[in-house]
């Protein structure tokens, strides 16, 4: 068993706190910030950089781009309500010696559990310290009662049609003529992509980010494991 564990997290005002055992849960709020920022060093294998999260509403740092790839995710996962990079420093001693790792990723989900998450390529896995990190964290999450996830690469395909979906998240839907026009033809059957922007009496140009931005936000479902085309089917999202 490695342990104990202790945790140092950053507040908003820049100040670090220690907690103590139990006390995660409550406080990961949106109150809390990363323990550390991402850096840029000459010859790093890795690409750190920031993401615009359309959940968080601000610049998040990863420092992978795999990392970047699971924050895209999130953004479009329904159950995300907010997560956090760097979020904690744990400190415990396993083989005699002090430990200190900084998980990747705390994502609360809107029914309230959270998810300590560590991101890794599937190749890195066994490699190096992180088994037994992973081990530690999976430890501690279970002390925490919270969830523990390893995060690895995501599907190609869903993962570039997230990527594409996500350049649409800030386009209004509800004040719009082409919008209700598409909704009005899905209450009737579902269509194709195609479909819909005929059904909207817009010119593409003007339907065609609607049409994207109401299947970002989950009004209307595609398939994600498809490639996206003018022929892709598109229905109300938890339509029977």
Known sequence: MTGPFSVQVMLADGTGMNLAPGELAPGADGRLRPVRKSS?????????????????????????????NRMVLLDFAADTAGYLEQPL??????????????????????DGSLVLCNVKSS???????????????????????????VLTEPDRQVLENVRWLSGYWGVGTEDSPAYRAMLERL?????TIGDLIEASGEHPVVSR???????????????????LSNDTKVWLTNAN
């Open 40 to 68: 840029v060093v000459r010859g790093q294998p890795n690409m750190p950089g920031l993401w615009f999260s359309s959940v968080m509403r601000r610049h998040v740092g990863y420092e992978s781009l795999l990392e970047r």
């Open 89 to 110: 420093k744990l400190t415990y001693r396993a083989g005699g010696k002090k430990r200190v790792h900084t998980p990747d990723l705390l994502v609360w989900r809107h």
């Open 123 to 149: 190749e890195n896995l066994g490699r190096g310290s992180f088994p037994a990190q992973s081990e530690a964290c999976a430890q501690f999450c279970e002390l925490e009662r919270i969830d523990y996830e």
């Open 187 to 191: 209450l009737d059957q579902p269509g």
């Open 209 to 227: 980010p609607v049409l994207f931005s109401a299947i970002w936000s989950r009004r209307f479902s595609i398939d994600l494991n498809e490639p």
